[in-house]
């Protein structure tokens, strides 16, 4: 009786710290920026915050159309790094299944891009995609081909940032659906190897449906992180040229801590958190059932 | 254990055999090599030219040549400017960097393995330990940015802005849940029985946790640490807005390396390799367990 009773303040005494420091740091912060989203406050003029109402979500969503464009292009950016991801990482760690020697040393080698502070990844690219002296202007001019505006180009420059974070994080695709394709059972292959099956076969009947699952949960995760993009915007084109590349969390950031609009700059924090709250709900739901 | 890992080993050969793929054409080899090759150079080469880029002169750093001595005259100006020229701020961006990483993550560390233990270890009735652990991983869900503004607004209401105490804090509750879910899974694969013969002998339930859960827990303590370190380490936004001069990290030293004035690219080589040879080199102590991290902890590879 002594005993379970002890066993059930131990279990609390146990957990409590942790969920009041979350409670502290996580949920007031945000109940916090939730009230200030209905007031506004230009903190630069104003001395306190003036009760508004809905006006700074309406603002937003009808009279921003930059809040428009940051969004779509976030958007966009997303769908397509991830997408270059999955398919990169999808090949290559079919291609190498069965067939992987050395693949420690891989390991190591491919988890530098994104074990890498993401703002030093975003200055590395920058010099080498200086559209002057860049390395990789030069190299294009050695062998005879036209310089590409890297970072100044409207068209181009989304583009550069995809491709970048396409180089910090396919490694972390092929890595994860490399060690779900090993982890496959094997007694499936030889069945299918008995039929007859063609490689190609094996893959979109066998391989495919067994990894699909982890394939739903890892591009759930990479586009709640992609959503994040903030590091190479602020080192690569710090949003430009002419707003192409603003990400979401670059205008909040702009908003509400650069021009100290702290009203607004809650509004949008709290739509932004919205979007990405809805893609969480569906992998937290997904982890739920994995525990 | 050993027996099991040769079995599956012959039986993956015996794939392959069967599936045709050892005996693959030297050209599909050739091919699947290349492939291989291609990749690696595209993911290595950044990292290679920064190495390059660091110990060029001013004037080199423009050209494309690759193997010093050869091509050009390796020099130690860059690092010189770094370490020497401007030390002083080098050297408190370090000391910043290295002081917060490894005070949040001792305190993810402390938080962590308590809550992972209770959660791993106890049944928790009513709001579920299913239901606890999701919310806890989805404090980890947040983009940053979302959350600065009220970060800022509290800081400087408790004084503690351009102070590391503000960005150790912001930085444990970024990594906290991370350190949760891993030690979680750590302690319910953990056998029971040396806890239960603890208490037969009298043992408390502190005292159990301490003497034997905790060290026998003590690679996932290590894997926690080290991924929080990292993860701290890296982590941008919270230092740029809650440190502005003397709580800077080096993230914040590298974004600020290029200058208007300057495309002075050895300087910003080398800065950044200073943020990134201690991670890469932590990197490969944990290498199994970042995937891991990376995915919140619910992936294992």
Known sequence: MKYAYRKHVIKWFFLLPCLAYLIVMAIFPLTWSLRLSFTKWLATIMENPEWTGITNFRDILFKDPRFWSALWFTVRFVFLTVVIQLGIGLGLAHLLHNNFRGRNFFRVLFLIPMACPPIAVAFLWKMMLHPDIGIINTALQTIGLAKVKWTTSVVVAPFTIVMVDVWEWTPFMFLVLFAAFQALPVEIYDAAAVDGASNFQVFRKITFPLVAPIIVTIVLIRIIDAFKLFELIFGITSAGPANATEALSFYVYLTGIKWMNLGKGSAMSWIFLLIVLGISLILLSRLRKKI | ?301
């Open chain 2, 1 to 301: 254990m050993d027996n099991q890992r040769n079995e599956r080993k012959n039986l993956r050969r015996q794939r392959r055999i069967e599936l045709g793929t050892q005996k693959r054409s030297p050209l599909g080899w050739t091919i699947l090599w290349l492939i291989m090759v291609v990749f690696t150079i595209w993911t290595m080469f950044p990292i290679f030219w920064a190495v390059i880029t660091s110990f060029k002169h001013t004037g080199d750093a423009f050209n494309p040549t690759f193997i010093p001595w050869v091509q050009f005259k390796p020099t130690l100006q860059g690092w010189h400017f770094v370490f020497i020229t401007a030390g002083e701020r080098t050297l408190r961006s370090l000391k910043n960097s290295i002081l917060i990483a490894s005070c949040s993550s001792a305190l993810v560390l402390l938080l962590g393995a308590f809550a992972g233990y209770s959660l791993g270890r106890f049944v928790f009735r009513g709001w579920k330990n299913k239901d606890i652990a999701v919310w806890i991983l989805s404090n980890r869900m947040f983009p940053p940015v979302a959350v600065v503004i009220p970060y800022f607004l509290f800081m400087r209401t408790l004084r503690l802005l351009d102070n590391p105490l503000a960005i150790i804090m912001a930085h444990t509750v970024l990594n906290l849940p991370l350190g949760v879910w891993l030690m979680m899974d750590f302690f319910r694969d953990l056998p029971r029985d040396l806890e239960d013969a603890a208490f037969i002998d009298g043992c408390s339930h502190l005292g159990a946790f301490f003497r034997i859960a905790l060290p026998l827990a003590a690679p996932g303590l290590v894997a926690v640490y080290v991924l929080s370190f990292i993860f701290s380490w890296n982590e941008f936004i919270f230092v740029l807005v809650l440190g502005f001069h003397k709580a800077t990290t080096i993230p914040i030293l590298i974004a600020g390396a290029l200058t208007s004035k300057g495309l002075e690219f050895w300087k910003v080589a080398s800065i950044s390799l200073i943020g990134i040879i201690p991670v890469v080199i932590l990197t490969t102590f944990v290498s199994k367990f970042l995937v891991r991290g990376l995915t919140f902890g619910a992936l294992k590879e």
